[in-house]
Each structure stands twice: as structure tokens, then as C-alpha cells.
């Protein structure tokens, strides 16, 4: 089934949704004025209207155009937002007619073999308590359904630039000593299609800049699909430097198949090639199966860079043959790979002379706790390893939970990260 038609069948199932949604509301409010039904009613059609048209033209509508990015973005919250209230509100909506169900079977039992119990019925209906069991079923949801929507809200509002500073010490036994107390820092995953506040964005990479490090990792995923996607932030990330370089590769994302699907295109091949142009302007080197030489006083690491490698339906472009090749006289070797579940499927089990892979990819799901010492997502019943450092044998692994964010334009708990890296010798 193609995008169009699955997209129609998801919008129907939506509005016939929202109508079950909207006559459970209506039926709580039943001593409304045939005047305020009605404005509630126009208020409630005209929303859900302007957010279906919404989603069909953020999809559809080319991305060049004025404003494009600012709108998708407030469509796609209210969107997301409308729609998990909703969500929350459906078991008790469930239950309420479930339980309806019950009494009127019953009722239709009992009324066989009652005398007069239809006029028992209408007594019993006519002397209500104040508030009906369905009165306070759906108001419960109501109330339920506004603990998401104003978690998320303050997510929005809060947590989507309060960019945190990670400090890690990474202790290698055959660093050159030329390295020793070397920093370097990592961000990840900068989404640049989904930020809508440039200043916001601006202070994260102030913060980056103020802790001087000796170079820096970028481990992918530049844009959400979209060369065009950096217009506006491309200045900004320029100002990204380090002595010793700043390094990166691509992330599933940068290579355009959600947009142009997963077949070859000239389209997304030229798209691809202005996202490779867009790192060599900013000054980064884009590591695409390759390795580095990082040279200090005389002495050298390894810096590796593959293309992305994910497991299941995300793309397999890494090389790791390639980016080790002439690398065996490196003392350490550090691996810049974008998801991290290609540090367990293929690293773990072949390249043992990896001492550290760094990656992204995850954003720890953008909502979950994390603490000093302790920290859960449900993003971690689908990547072992979806946040902080992991060690296995000689061999470690940093996953970086992102700078930007994607789909829900916010985070609750897990909010975006700057890593600080410290080099130790053993």
C-alpha cells in the first residue's frame, strides 16, 4: 500500500475516532444550551479539520517553501498532542459503555419477568444522584487525559533546548601519553528539520564551545530527511571548531529514504551529495568508511568513521573492512558509528581491536528518568544499549541520547546532551 492511500485509511480511522470521543464529551454535558452544543461543536470539527489538512500538507507540501518547518512543526505538536489526550481518554470511554452494555442486558432480563418494571425503570432513571456513574467515568478520563498533555506541554516548553552537559572519564591501558588528559566532546542526532527556536539552539553550541575541547565527534543524523533542512542553521554549526578537528559521519536519516523511499533516485542522490557538501562547508570531516590519523607530539590514535548500520529495517552502508584498513599499528582506535546496536551485532563479534564506538540514534526515546545512577526508557526494551557508557571485555561503547529531537518536538527526562570525554591512561 502506498503513502497516500494508508494515510487516507489512518484519517478516517482517526475521525470516526474523534466522533467517538466527541459524543462521549457531549454526553456528560448534557444541560449545555442548544446555543453553547452547538459553538462547542463548530470549536471541536474546525480543530480536528485544520489538524488533518494539517498532517496531508506537512507531508506533501515542499519543504523550500516560506515557513514550511515552523508550521509542520506546530501542526505535527498539536497533532501528537491532540491525539494522545484522546488515547488516554478511550478505556475509560470503554469501560463507561462496557458497563452501559451490562445494565441493559440485564435490564432487558429482568424486565421479562417484572410487572410494571417499565414504569420502575423511568422512576429509577428520573431520580439520578448528581453525578451519574458515566458522568464520573468520563470526567475521570478527562482529568487522566490531561496528565500527558500537560507533561508533554512542559516538555515542549522546557526540556527541548535545556541541553545537559555529560562528563566521562575513558580509560584506555595503551594511550600514548601525549594523550593523557586530552578532552574531547560529542553531540549527536542535531535533527536541524524539526528546531523552530535558532537561539535556543545557538546556547547549546555556546556550551559546547565553552568547555574548549581538542576535537569533537558528530555521530550522525544532520537532518530528518532534507539537505534544505540546514538552511538556516548551517552558520550556526560552522562555528563548531576544535584544534584538533571535528569529526562526523551520517546517521540513517542524512541519506533520504523516508522521503524518497529506500531505491536509488537521482533526486536523492543529489540530495545526499548537498548533505556530504553541508559537513565540508562546516568544516567537519565526514568519515565515510574511513579512518584518521589524529597526531599529537609525535604520537597517534585512530579515528574511525562508517557509514550508518542498523540493525533490522535500518540501512547496512557501513564498511568496517574499509575503515580498518592500515590501522593494526594504532595504539587506540575510536569508532564514530551512529546506532549503536552495530556495536553488539558486528563490533563486539569481529573488530576486537575497537577499544570505543560512539553513537546516537536512540534519543533515549525522548522521554523516560535518568539520573547519576539511574535511568529508564522505554526505548530500552528495543536497544540494550540506548544511553551512557557500556563496557564489555576491553571494549566500550558511549551512546549519545541527541542534541535535537524528532516527531515530538520536546523531551520529558531525557533531555539533550553535550558529552565531555576525558582521556586516562589505565
Excluded at 575510536?334 to 575497537?354: G, T
Amino acid at each position: 500500500m502506498g503513502r497516500l492511500p494508508a494515510l487516507i485509511l489512518l484519517s478516517i480511522f482517526l475521525l470516526a475516532f474523534d466522533y467517538y470521543c466527541y459524543r462521549a464529551v457531549l454526553s456528560v454535558f448534557k444541560k449545555w444550551k442548544p446555543a453553547t452544543k452547538k459553538l462547542f461543536s463548530v470549536i471541536w470539527w474546525t480543530y480536528t479539520g485544520i489538524l488533518v489538512i494539517g498532517v496531508f500538507a506537512a507531508i506533501y507540501v515542499p519543504s523550500y517553501l516560506p515557513l514550511y518547518l515552523s508550521l509542520r512543526s506546530i501542526i505535527l505538536v498539536a497533532f501528537f498532542l491532540t491525539l494522545i489526550c484522546k488515547v488516554v481518554m478511550l478505556p475509560f470511554l470503554l469501560i463507561d459503555d462496557i458497563r452501559r452494555l451490562i445494565i441493559k442486558i440485564n435490564r432487558h432480563f429482568k424486565n421479562k419477568n417484572t410487572v410494571g418494571s417499565i414504569e420502575k425503570v423511568a422512576v429509577a432513571d428520573a431520580v439520578e444522584k448528581p453525578i451519574s456513574r458515566s458522568s464520573f467515568i468520563i470526567k475521570a478520563g478527562l482529568l487522566t487525559a490531561a496528565v500527558p498533555l500537560s507533561s508533554l506541554t512542559w516538555g515542549i516548553s522546557s526540556g527541548a533546548y535545556d541541553y545537559k552537559v555529560k562528563r566521562r572519564t575513558l580509560i584506555f591501558p595503551n594511550l600514548p601519553k601525549a594523550f593523557e588528559g586530552i578532552k574531547f566532546g560529542q553531540i549527536s542526532d542535531i535533527h536541524s528539520g524539526s528546531f523552530y527556536n535558532k537561539k535556543a539552539v545557538q546556547g547549546g553550541v555556546d556550551m559546547l564551545l565553552a568547555e574548549k575541547p581538542d576535537f569533537i565527534f558528530f555521530t550522525g543524523d544532520l537532518v530528518n530527511d532534507m539537505a534544505t533542512e540546514m538552511r538556516d542553521y548551517q552558520d550556526l554549526f560552522s562555528k563548531v571548531k576544535a584544534p584538533l578537528g571535528v569529526y562526523s559521519v551520517l546517521g540513517n536519516h542524512d541519506y533520504g529514504d523516508y522521503h524518497f523511499g529506500g531505491g536509488p533516485s537521482a533526486a536523492k542522490a543529489r540530495n545526499l551529495q548537498d548533505v556530504i557538501k553541508t559537513h565540508k562547508v562546516m568544516g567537519w570531516d565526514l568519515l565515510m568508511n574511513q579512518h584518521r590519523r589524529l597526531k599529537v607530539d609525535g604520537e597517534e590514535i585512530g579515528i574511525l568513521g562508517i557509514e550508518n548500520w542498523g540493525m533490522g529495517r535500518f540501512p547496512k552502508y557501513g564498511r568496517m573492512d574499509l575503515a580498518t584498513k592500515d590501522t593494526d599499528d594504532l595504539p587506540v582506535k575510536l569508532l564514530l558509528s551512529h546506532d549503536p546496536s552495530h556495536w553488539r551485532q558486528e563490533v563486539l563479534k569481529k573488530y576486537p581491536q575497537i577499544d570505543a564506538m560512539f553513537s546516537g540514534h536512540t534519543h533515549g526515546m525522548q522521554f523516560g528518568v535518568r539520573t547519576e545512577h539511574y535511568q529508564w526508557s522505554p526505548v530500552q526494551y528495543i536497544y540494550k544499549e540506548w544511553a551512557g557508557l557500556y563496557k564489555e571485555q576491553n571494549q566500550q561503547l558511549y551512546v549519545n541520547v541527541g542534541y535535537g529531537f524528532l516527531g515530538y518536538p520536546g523531551r520529558v527526562g531525557i533531555l539533550p546532551e553535550i558529552t565531555i570525554f576525558e582521556l586516562k591512561r589505565a
